[in-house]
């Protein structure tokens, strides 16, 4: 089972879903490393692109055998769009693009952006289209990401699924909640599968993908192409060894050992120093992982907190050798959620956003000057 990519072959058909201070060079690596997919990097902003800003221009790294090299933009104004691409394009950055319309924290929906813009039907097709047209002379194949829709009385999905497809994307990805959600409640797989009926182009599901069992009914139950996976991986970059052997018809599951585990987080911050190129800057950036690591593992409170607050490699070391390599993965943690859960808020939109779906005006100050979400 294999999804195509303009020129590339996604097998397993299975994505990991850009995530903010997460899917950097480094974290990208170590999946890989545990398994194929694609594999998109944070979010960019069209605005931060186009200006060169440094931390955006740093975050735009890829690994020298990182391919097809999958770039996030974020964007409101379809002219600023267009010259983000046509900079992709002439620099050779990338070698697909992907669209966010499902971000729903308030400072990008507040701008227009993320999943509240898809309701405007207008400004959403020029940017689409000002995208698909950049790309496409370099064969540079464009998808989306989005939501529901505002919430459930505001749903976008079918518009803009015909929207994109008529402007030319290889696929779509839905988020199957509203923005109005978050991350909270369940999943509305649903949504998927109505969204397949209605186009004639690739479907990925997104949404409570815990386990690799979960991608195998999500494309039962939806009949959707593939699979974005979010915060499913957290702490588990096995995941993607999971969905690899799941999709080449095996029930091996990869359970690995508390030891196993250290020597992952072990791998991980020493990738993240590499990349940073100072080493407590990467191992402070490898603290907010420690949790998600050693979820449901007897390491003590007092041993957890001093790896969250490790500046070396060598402090690191040590405090992961005092972990009991033999212990067994807890399987009484399978399918539980992990990461950001919260609970339903009420979107914040610009003045008067609802009042017209079809005009092409942007809000202004939408753009965002800095990535990642």
């Known amino acids: 089972m294999t999804l195509q990519l303009g020129p590339h072959v996604v097998d397993p058909p299975v994505v990991l879903a850009p995530m903010a ?95 509240a813009l898809p309701w405007k039907r207008g400004l959403f097709a020029s940017i689409v289209n000002a995208a698909v047209s950049a790309a496409a002379p370099a064969g540079i194949p464009v998808t989306i990401k989005m939501r529901i829709g505002i919430d459930d009385d505001h749903q976008t999905m079918l518009d803009a699924g015909k929207i994109a497809q008529d402007a030319g994307v290889a696929w779509v990805a839905l988020h199957a909640r509203t923005a109005a959600q978050r991350y909270s409640g369940e999943a509305d797989w649903s949504k998927i599968t109505a969204l397949k009926s209605a186009l004639d182009i690739p479907v990925l599901g997104n949404g409570d993908i815990w386990e690799a069992e979960d991608a195998l009914r999500m494309m039962s139950e939806t009949g959707c192409d593939g699979v974005v996976i979010g915060r499913g991986c957290l702490g588990r970059p ?50 907010k992982h420690v949790a ?29 050798a005092q972990l009991d390599p033999d212990v067994p993965f807890p399987r009484e943690i399978l399918g539980q959620p992990r990461g950001r859960t919260g609970t339903p808020a009420r979107v914040i939109l610009p003045d008067g956003w609802l009042n017209d779906r079809d005009t092409d005006e942007v809000p202004e100050g939408a753009e965002l000057d800095d990535s990642g979400g």
């Open 238 to 287: 096995w995941l993607f060894a999971d969905l690899a052997a799941a999709f080449a018809g095996s029930t091996t599951r990869a359970l690995p050992t508390q030891g196993e585990v250290a020597a992952l987080m072990h791998r991980h911050a020493t990738l993240l120093v590499e990349w940073w190129g100072r080493e407590k800057e990467g191992v402070t950036d490898f603290r």
């Open 21 to 115: 201070g997460i899917t950097n060079v480094a974290f990208r690596r170590l999946c890989r490393e545990q398994g194929a997919g694609l594999y998109v990097c944070e979010m960019i902003t069209t605005r931060a692109l186009v200006e060169r800003n440094p931390k955006t221009m740093s975050m735009i790294q890829f690994g020298s055998d990182e391919r097809p090299r999958s770039l996030q933009l974020y964007g409101v104004d379809p002219a600023t769009i267009r010259k983000a691409v046509e900079m992709i394009v002439e620099q050779d950055l990338a070698d697909h693009i992907d669209m966010n319309f499902g971000c729903s924290v308030p400072k990008v929906t507040r701008r227009g952006g993320g999943s």
């Open 292 to 320: 998600w690591y050693l979820k449901g593992f007897p390491a003590g409170g007092e041993l957890r907190a001093a790896m969250a607050t490790s500046s070396t490699l060598d402090e690191l070391a040590h405090l992961l």
